[in-house]
Antibody, heavy 118, light 110 residues
Framework: QVQLQESGPGLVKPSETLSLTCSVSGGSIGSYYLSWIRQPPGKGLEWIGYMYYSGSTNYNPSLKSRVTISVDASKRHFSLKLSAVTAADTAVYYC????????????WGQGTTVTVSS | QSVLTQPPSASGTPGQRVTISCSGDSSNIGSNYVFWYQHLPGAAPKLLIYRISQRPSGVPDRFSGSKSGTSASLAISGLRSEDEADYYCASWDDSLSGWVFGGGTKVTVL
């Protein structure tokens, strides 16, 4: 059973870069995508972007200029980098195995809270 | 402002049927599958319905999904206290080339 776990700093200063890691255990994400999603306080879910197992990426147009998703050589640690953060980037960040538009996001991490504040 | 529109809240007594709507347009719901996620406080979101009306293994058949045109619905029959959660609809958007979500509907069991 594949499990995902997000990790990273809980506090980031405005204008700095938010960096999170999604660690995969109990298997691999297989030939699927790894998506990042966030939920600002009191708001709904927002898709940030994904990386395909081959390494290709696709980002939400509203965040594209600031987002980078990458993976290490083991394919077990996916990273999310969001640059020039503001208070509007304060949110719970989730990673999820994305089995495409046919099957949806079927495995999610517990989420990690990131606060942007000086 | 979410791309997909959901009512902010819905409620019912135990045993009742509750329906949640999700409205989109031709670039998302109108031309792609709809998914529903259940989000309990402090927990990871859980895939509840995929491909409009399919249930993953382990999801009770009290949960059902449907779609008509550019709108979709999630129905919860035989409402139970453990169904209290936030429910989100999602779909692929061809114009944005990405996933879009609804704003979420909080279901309360009275």
């Amino acid at each position: 059973q594949v499990q995902l776990q997000e990790s990273g700093p809980g506090l980031v200063k405005p204008s700095e870069t938010l960096s999170l890691t999604c660690s995969v255990s109990g298997g691999s994400i297989g030939s699927y995508y790894l998506s990042w999603i966030r939920q600002p306080p009191g708001k709904g879910l927002e898709w940030i972007g994904y990386m395909y197992y081959s390494g290709s990426t696709n980002y939400n147009p509203s965040l594209k200029s600031r987002v980078t998703i990458s993976v290490d050589a083991s394919k077990r640690h996916f990273s999310l980098k969001l640059s020039a953060v503001t208070a509007a980037d304060t949110a719970v960040y989730y990673c999820a195995r994305d089995r495409t538009t046919l099957m949806g996001m079927d495995v999610w991490g517990q989420g990690t809270t990131v606060t942007v504040s000086s | 402002q979410s791309v997909l529109t959901q009512p902010p809240s819905a409620s019912g007594t135990p045993g009742q049927r509750v329906t949640i709507s999700c409205s989109g347009d031709s670039s998302n719901i109108g031309s792609n599958y709809v998914f529903w996620y259940q989000h309990l406080p402090g927990a990871a979101p859980k895939l509840l319905i995929y491909r409009i009306s399919q249930r993953p293994s382990g999801v009770p058949d009290r949960f059902s999904g449907s779609k008509s045109g550019t709108s979709a619905s999630l129905a919860i029959s035989g409402l139970r206290s453990e169904d209290e959660a936030d429910y989100y609809c999602a779909s692929w958007d061809d114009s944005l080339s990405g996933w879009v979500f609804g704003g979420g509907t909080k279901v309360t069991v009275l």
